[in-house]
């Protein structure tokens, strides 16, 4: 039961971030009144490095931690490539169109790295046996 609930937060860690990447790059062209609203930049960091924590958290596995980093990239990357048609969701333009792709791009994918960072050489809690908890005086003797 064990390798299908790590299964479970597999997919879970798969198929969140892949989503919320998804509507990240939908949300880049968002320009209300004509002024760019670069919030898919705020969504990108902190969803990676929340999503990237909650997945190692719940699943207990390091691996999982890391897939939400894994599948963000993934999409962000096949968005950024033009389509045989010419469709193309990361459009270059003017410079504040561009400024705005590459400071999602960049921090994105440095919040991403974060988020594997912590999740591969993150703290190990080891469990505490009953008698291993120390004299209960809070200080060393």
Do not use: H, K
């Not at 609930?5 to 209300?32: C, D, Y």
């Amino acid at each position: 039961m064990s390798a299908l609930r790590l299964l479970g937060w597999a997919v879970a860690a798969v198929v969140v971030p892949g989503w919320l990447a998804l509507v990240e790059v939908l949300w880049l062209p968002w320009r209300p009144g004509g002024v760019p609203v670069p919030i898919s930049i705020v969504v990108a960091v902190v969803g990676n490095v929340l999503l990237g924590r909650a997945a190692r958290e719940l699943s207990g596995s390091r691996l999982v931690g890391v897939l939400p980093a894994l599948a963000w990239l993934a999409v962000v990357l096949a968005a950024a490539s033009p389509r045989p048609e010419g469709d193309l969701l990361l459009p270059g333009g003017d410079a504040v169109t561009t400024a705005v792709n590459m400071a999602f791009l960049l921090l994105g994918v440095v919040s991403a790295a974060f988020a594997v960072g912590q999740a591969i050489g993150g703290p190990r809690r080891p469990a505490l046996s009953p008698g291993a908890a120390g004299s209960g005086s809070g200080g060393a003797r």
